[in-house]
């Protein structure tokens, strides 16, 4: 099993910026891909970005060009750097990974609450 434990978020004002980390922990060696999902009130989870395991990036549309994803060079440690932030980012913040080789999530965090002020 993986343990993975979010911290970082918060309240921020419109146009402010937040960094969100997340560590893994357990059974590492297992470790794949690490995405970071995010779910706003009365809305259905959806993926924000997404890291593999060499370090390729993704993100969804609404936050390209506002947000970075990275992982640390023990690839246990991923992050998150939102900046621009928008009162619609508003959400809580998942981390998430997968088992090595596959692509479905496998493993999720707790969670983090970012709220952006307008």
């Known amino acids: 099993q993986v343990q993975l434990v979010e911290s970082g978020g918060g309240l921020v004002q419109a146009g402010g910026s937040l960094s969100l980390s997340c560590a893994a922990s357990?059974?590492?060696?297992?470790?794949?891909?690490m995405y970071w999902y995010r779910q706003a009130p009365g809305k259905q989870r959806e993926l924000v970005a997404g890291?593999?395991?060499?370090?390729?990036?993704n993100y969804a549309d609404s936050v390209k060009g506002r947000f970075a994803i990275s992982r640390d060079k023990a690839k246990t440690t991923m992050y998150l750097q939102m900046n621009s932030l928008k009162p619609e980012d508003t959400a809580v913040y998942y981390c998430?990974?997968?088992?090595?080789?596959?692509?479905?999530?496998?493993?999720w965090g707790q969670g983090t609450q970012v709220t952006v002020s307008s």
């Open positions: 998430a990974a997968s088992r090595k080789f596959t692509v479905t999530v496998d493993f």
């Open positions: 357990g059974s590492i060696f297992n470790l794949g891909n």
């Open positions: 890291i593999t395991l060499g370090g390729s990036p």
